[in-house]
């Protein structure tokens, strides 16, 4: 099994991951780099035989668009719908893929290609990381994913699930090297929130990516809670 590293290794976006064995080519994410123009060169969009998109943001998804209809893109329910909501939003046409349903811990078949999704925790819901066999090679694919969440215990498991041994392991790395933030975990986000809303003296408005459903969930929660601990003192 052969890999290309078209985007993603030098910069943070635009991931492209190509795998060819025996004929066969693979992409894993097809990303619109968040720098560069939209028409720069990228693998020929017609001369591949699936494409596997590990979550819904733009930088992993973002090129979709240039595929020929025929070729098979495999994704969640969750993320074409939210692809989809967000293209109306943004007032560009539907896309026209051939989209086919990823199932998580489910083996998918492309020609020699056996994909198989991990759940992972990210900012976009229904995310996950990929194991790719072929040709007697394992590789995994970990595509964007924290340890931050409500969903944090399914990155942590993937040291200890059924994923086996791995031969290259294609890690991403958006945070290697940066400081400590100031909230810690979306936990402290939420306690941030509550103690902001008790502060306030007017209407508190709240300004995050309409995608990060855990972010909407832990502000509700917040306003739900914050309004009940400071009716009652």
Same mark, same amino acid.
């Given at each position: 099994?052969? $890999?290309?590293?078209?985007? @993603?290794?030098?910069?943070?976006? @635009? ?15 097809? @990303? ?12 020929? %969009? ?15 998804? @973002? #090129? ?22 967000? #293209?109306?939003?943004? %007032? #560009? ?24 999704? !991990? ?13 790719? #066999?072929?040709? *007697? ?11 931050? &969440? ?5 990155? %942590? ?6 994923? *086996? ?12 090297? %940066? ?13 941030? !929130? ?7 003296? &007017? ?16 502000? $509700? ?13």
């Amino acid at each position: 099994m052969d $890999w290309i590293i078209h985007r @993603g290794a030098g910069e943070i976006g @635009g991931n492209c991951l190509e795998l060819r064995h025996d004929g066969f080519r693979l992409l894993v994410d097809y @990303g619109q780099p968040l720098t560069g123009s939209e028409e720069e060169p990228y693998p020929p %969009r017609t001369e591949v035989d699936g494409v596997f998109i590990s979550h819904g943001h733009q930088d992993h998804h @973002g #090129r979709l668009h240039r595929l020929h209809p025929r070729v098979p893109v495999y994704l969640t329910s969750v993320a074409q719908v939210l692809i989809e909501s967000s #293209r109306l939003f943004m %007032r #560009r046409e539907s896309l026209q893929n051939h989209f086919l349903p990823l199932q998580a811990l489910v083996p998918h078949r492309v020609g020699p290609f056996e994909v198989t999704a !991990f759940p992972v925790d990210h900012s976009f819901p229904d995310s996950c990381a990929f194991r790719i #066999r072929a040709g *007697g090679k394992t590789v995994f694919y970990s595509g964007d994913l924290r340890e931050t &969440g409500n969903l944090a215990p399914l990155t %942590r498991s993937l040291s200890r699930c059924s994923v *086996g041994e791995v031969d290259i392991l294609f890690l991403e790395g958006t945070n290697l090297g %940066r400081g400590v933030d100031t909230y810690q975990d979306e936990k402290a986000v939420e306690e941030a !929130f509550v103690e902001g809303l008790h502060g306030a003296p &007017g209407a508190v408005f709240l300004t995050c990516s309409g995608q990060n459903v855990e972010r909407l969930v832990r502000a $509700w929660k917040a306003d739900t809670l914050g309004n009940l601990v400071f009716r009652k003192t």
